[in-house]
Each structure stands twice: as structure tokens, then as C-alpha cells.
């Protein structure tokens, strides 16, 4: 990942500390770049060296030193100079010299890091394309889920979305902060007809695997898929926002895509101006205070379930139909409203969803 000319520029800089010429070679033992040509022969010298497994190895007017990177082999130093413990100490120095800057420029260059600046916008157009050739990271149907961990640390969640993905074929897991894990998943070989499908059974996969393996309830949110590394950032937002309609108006749901929001996504959009208007029509200049009964809810919200079917309801609620009946009428007087029929049962439901939001921009406040 790091250029040849930047690896050049490093040995001219050892070479102007030193005075002695440096010359870089590849694990393989291919020349790489060098402050002077190759002197004869020590490119066989250095292929021994290295299937050798020594860190440093005595030439006739040189020393080789092995340059390992995250405990691997990834280049051999051969500097031009007599062997002596002061020259071994400057060698040691420039292969920490070396290394430094192959790990600065593989930080640079992370794909992990890529991906998650693109989430954040921090990326141009042609900075993605560029940076994305040097990385090997091609343009393929992907969908951002993002997993929130409400308040357990992400730090667990985080290890086991790594050993659910299948990082090494193209997924991407990034934290976003103490309490969210992003994973960009690559679904490309997924048919497009069973595709929605599919999103939604990675969905459940994640949400069942961290509260099976290390007891994290968490929320799952995903976005559109995306063919266009730019666009990556458009899916997180989708991903964000499908997490937070269902904060607001799904508690109930523990996995959000963004292309399911229902009639959520339009009253989350809604100026606060409109929704005020609307509730002062619905319930006048005060909030009925059977909104905040436990009971009352509680059935309307059963009610809701089994599509307005008073027997069924009274049946799961283990009360007789007349008891459930009563409790509708009382509802009715306090709410203005009877649930009882379509009409009024729609208008209630986008009611309190609305509520929901104004109570939730005045707390955001």
C-alpha cells in the first residue's frame, strides 16, 4: 500500500543520517528501490537470507536486516557498510525507521478506515475512486446495517458482527461510537429477487446471534442497497433513520429497514406546526388523559393487533366481549373518538404516533 517513491524518499534519508547506501527489497527478494544500483549477486544473497529466518545476516561489504510488520516478513534492508555494533545499531534504527512508516501508511490506507470515512462523508468523489484502486476495493452491490447497542458498550458486539461478516470476500465492521457497530455488508451474489428477503435474515441473524452469544438486545437498522462506493454514506443515513423512526413510533420492533417505515416515515417528517394543528383537531386544546392509562392503552394497542375484532381480543385479554365492549365505550367518551370503526381507529393510531413525535422533538430540545 505505501509507493516505491515514498520508500525511496526514506532511504535517502537514511543514507543522509548514515552515509552508508541502503537498498530495499521485497519478502519475495525482489528489488525494490535503493540510494545506489544493486551490487552484483545480492539478490541471491538476500533470497538465503530470508529463507535463512535470521534477522540479520553478514555479507561481505553489507548487512541484511529483516523489516517484519505486524510479525511478518514484508521487506529486507541490506545497507552498504562494515559489520560493526555500531552499524548493526543504525541498521536496527532504520528498519524501525521503515516500519514506522509502513505502519503510518497502512493506518492511512486501512479498508476499514476508507469505508468509514466514506460513512461520514469525509471522502471526495475522486479521493473514493483513487483510494479505493490502491486498496483493491471494488464497486458492488452493498447494504449498511447499523446495530444499536443501546447501553452496553459496543466493544463485544462489535468482535462478534466481525466473526459473523464475512470480512475477508468484502464485508467492512466499523464502530461509530461507544454504542453502535456499522457493517457494510457485501450482497452482490444475492439474487435480486430474493433479496429483501435475504436483508431481512441477516437482520434477524445479528439480532439473535448477540443476544445468544454474549446477551446484547440490540436494534438492527439497514438502508438500500448500493452499487456505488459513494453511496455507502446514503445508506448509513437510511440505516440511521429507520433506526430512529422505529425508536419512535416500532418499540415494538427490533429490526428497521428503511424501505418498510410505513406511514412512520411521513409523520417523522412533518413540521412541528403541522402536528400540532393535527392533534388540536383530533383532541382539541387537551390531551385526554386515558392516553396515559396502562389498561387502556394496552387494549387499544391488542384491539389494533387483531384488526378491530372485539371476540378475538376479549379472547386474548382473558376478559368477557361485554367487559371488552365497556372498556371501548369508556374509551370512546374519553377520547372523543370510536375505535370501534375504521375511520376513527386510523385517526387515533396517527394520533398518537404524532404525539409521540411532538413529545420527542420537545424532549431533543
Same mark, same amino acid.
Not at 538476500?46 to 521487506?75: M, N, Q
Not at 387483531?306 to 374519553?334: D, G, M
Given at each position: 500500500?505505501?509507493?516505491?517513491?515514498k520508500?525511496?524518499?526514506a532511504?535517502?534519508?537514511?543514507?543522509?543520517?548514515?552515509?552508508?547506501?541502503?537498498?530495499?527489497?521485497?519478502?519475495?527478494?525482489?528489488?525494490?528501490?535503493? *540510494?545506489?544500483e544493486?551490487?552484483?549477486?545480492?539478490?541471491?544473497?538476500?533470497?538465503?537470507?530470508?529463507?535463512? +529466518?535470521?534477522?540479520?545476516?553478514?555479507?561481505?561489504?553489507?548487512?541484511?536486516?529483516?523489516? !517484519?510488520?505486524?510479525?511478518?516478513?514484508?521487506?529486507?534492508?541490506?545497507?552498504?557498510?562494515?559489520?560493526?555494533?555500531?552499524?548493526?545499531?543504525?541498521?536496527?534504527?532504520?528498519?524501525?525507521?521503515?516500519?514506522?512508516?509502513?505502519l503510518? !501508511?497502512?493506518?492511512?490506507y486501512?479498508?476499514?478506515?476508507?469505508?468509514?470515512?466514506?460513512?461520514?462523508?469525509?471522502?471526495?468523489?475522486?479521493?473514493?475512486?483513487?483510494?479505493?484502486?490502491?486498496?483493491?476495493?471494488?464497486?458492488?452491490?452493498r447494504?449498511?446495517?447499523v446495530?444499536d447497542?443501546?447501553?452496553?458498550?459496543?466493544?463485544?458486539a462489535?468482535?462478534?458482527?466481525?466473526?459473523?461478516?464475512?470480512?475477508?470476500? +468484502?464485508?467492512?465492521?466499523?464502530?461509530?461510537?461507544?454504542?453502535?457497530?456499522?457493517?457494510?455488508?457485501?450482497?452482490?451474489?444475492?439474487?435480486?429477487?430474493?433479496?429483501?428477503?435475504?436483508?431481512?435474515?441477516?437482520?434477524?441473524?445479528?439480532?439473535?446471534?448477540?443476544?445468544?452469544?454474549?446477551?446484547?438486545?440490540?436494534?438492527?437498522?439497514?438502508?438500500?442497497?448500493?452499487?456505488?462506493?459513494?453511496?455507502?454514506?446514503?445508506?448509513?443515513?437510511?440505516?440511521?433513520?429507520?433506526?430512529?423512526?422505529?425508536?419512535?413510533?416500532y418499540?415494538?420492533?427490533?429490526?428497521?429497514?428503511?424501505?418498510?417505515?410505513?406511514?412512520?416515515?411521513?409523520?417523522y417528517?412533518?413540521?412541528?406546526?403541522?402536528?400540532?394543528?393535527f392533534i388540536?383537531?383530533?383532541?382539541?386544546?387537551?390531551i385526554?388523559?386515558i392516553?396515559?392509562?396502562?389498561?387502556?392503552?394496552?387494549?387499544?394497542?391488542?384491539?389494533?393487533?387483531?384488526?378491530?375484532?372485539?371476540?378475538?381480543?376479549?379472547r386474548?385479554l382473558?376478559?368477557?366481549?361485554?367487559?371488552?365492549?365497556?372498556?371501548?365505550?369508556?374509551?370512546?367518551?374519553?377520547? +372523543?373518538?370510536?375505535?370501534?370503526t375504521?375511520?376513527?381507529?386510523?385517526?387515533?393510531?396517527i394520533? *398518537?404516533?404524532?404525539?409521540?413525535?411532538?413529545?420527542?422533538?420537545?424532549?431533543?430540545?
Amino acid at each position: 500500500m505505501i509507493t516505491n517513491q515514498k520508500l525511496k524518499k526514506a532511504l535517502d534519508e537514511i543514507k543522509n543520517i548514515t552515509s552508508y547506501d541502503v537498498i530495499l527489497y521485497s519478502s519475495k527478494g525482489k528489488h525494490l528501490t535503493g *540510494t545506489v544500483e544493486e551490487p552484483a549477486h545480492c539478490d541471491v544473497f538476500v533470497k538465503e537470507f530470508i529463507v535463512s +529466518g535470521e534477522d540479520i545476516e553478514r555479507g561481505t561489504d553489507f548487512i541484511a536486516f529483516e523489516v !517484519e510488520i505486524d510479525s511478518e516478513l514484508e521487506y529486507v534492508l541490506l545497507m552498504l557498510c562494515p559489520y560493526t555494533d555500531g552499524n548493526l545499531v543504525i541498521g536496527r534504527m532504520a528498519v524501525c525507521q521503515l516500519r514506522t512508516l509502513v505502519l503510518g !501508511e497502512s493506518e492511512r490506507y486501512d479498508r476499514n478506515n476508507f469505508i468509514q470515512n466514506i460513512i461520514l462523508g469525509n471522502m471526495l468523489g475522486s479521493d473514493i475512486i483513487n483510494r479505493a484502486k490502491k486498496l483493491h476495493i471494488d464497486n458492488k452491490k452493498r447494504v449498511v446495517y447499523v446495530i444499536d447497542t443501546g447501553k452496553n458498550s459496543n466493544e463485544v458486539a462489535l468482535e462478534l458482527v466481525k466473526n459473523l461478516s464475512d470480512i475477508r470476500s +468484502g464485508d467492512f465492521v466499523v464502530a461509530m461510537d461507544e454504542h453502535s457497530v456499522v457493517l457494510v455488508k457485501d450482497v452482490d451474489d444475492i439474487d435480486a429477487q430474493k433479496l429483501h428477503e435475504k436483508l431481512a435474515s441477516i437482520a434477524s441473524s445479528l439480532v439473535d446471534n448477540l443476544l445468544a452469544e454474549a446477551m446484547i438486545k440490540v436494534r438492527v437498522g439497514y438502508g438500500n442497497p448500493t452499487e456505488i462506493l459513494s453511496k455507502i454514506a446514503e445508506s448509513y443515513q437510511e440505516a440511521k433513520l429507520a433506526l430512529e423512526v422505529g425508536r419512535l413510533f416500532y418499540v415494538e420492533k427490533e429490526i428497521m429497514a428503511y424501505d418498510r417505515l410505513g406511514i412512520g416515515r411521513l409523520i417523522y417528517q412533518l413540521p412541528m406546526s403541522l402536528c400540532e394543528m393535527f392533534i388540536r383537531e383530533v383532541f382539541g386544546d387537551t390531551i385526554p388523559d386515558i392516553l396515559d392509562d396502562e389498561e387502556a392503552m394496552s387494549t387499544i394497542s391488542k384491539f389494533f393487533e387483531n384488526n378491530l375484532n372485539i371476540s378475538e381480543t376479549a379472547r386474548q385479554l382473558f376478559v368477557h366481549r361485554n367487559t371488552l365492549v365497556y372498556r371501548l365505550e369508556r374509551i370512546e367518551k374519553a377520547i +372523543g373518538l370510536d375505535i370501534r370503526t375504521f375511520d376513527d381507529a386510523m385517526i387515533f393510531k396517527i394520533a *398518537t404516533m404524532v404525539l409521540a413525535h411532538i413529545k420527542d422533538s420537545k424532549h431533543m430540545r
